[in-house]
């Protein structure tokens, strides 16, 4: 459903989300190493979201990404936006570039409301909301 970087980008923000609440900053080294993805990589996906200020950083030696107040509300649909596009929620099911509700694929009524289900859930799931699972053990970001 969604592209590897878009996975890495919602697990990576899950993960600074949980260790930077108490005001802590993650390095790329504990955010790699807690959600099992390449260093480089995860590196220029934070990079991006940064720059689409969805997350905070700091550079130096004391330094990391974290999320602010605001950032903690941010939604996981917001990043996928940011990552992949809309195409998730305005797309066709079957991949057809011409599929409309005046020229609808075989699946278009039914893929709709499972393209707005998808969307609504990923609109309320906010950042700040999964950490105390996650402590608890009762969801995990990594394999």
């Known amino acids: 459903m969604f592209s590897k970087t878009c996975e890495y980008a919602i697990r990576a923000m899950i993960f600074i989300a949980q260790k930077s609440k108490d005001g802590s ?18 590196a220029k996906i934070l990079q991006e979201l940064g720059r689409k200020r969805l997350l905070q950083s700091v550079k ?11 950032s903690l509300q941010c939604s996981l649909a917001d990043i996928v936006k940011v990552v ?3 195409k998730l929620f305005t797309g066709c099911g079957l991949g057809l570039k011409q599929c409309s509700e005046t020229h609808p694929c075989p699946i278009h009524h039914e893929f709709r409301s499972v393209r ?12 700040g909301a999964f950490t105390e699972e996650l402590e608890k053990s009762l969801t995990f970001l990594k394999r």
Do not use: R, W
């Not at 130096?60 to 605001?70: A, I, T």
């Open 84 to 86: 992949d596009g809309d």
């Open 60 to 70: 130096g030696p004391n330094g990391g990404f974290y999320l602010d107040d605001e």
């Open 116 to 127: 707005k289900g998808i969307q609504t859930m990923l609109e309320n799931a906010k950042l």
């Open 25 to 42: 900053k993650v390095g790329i080294k504990e955010i790699a190493k807690g959600i099992d993805s390449p260093e480089h990589f995860i």
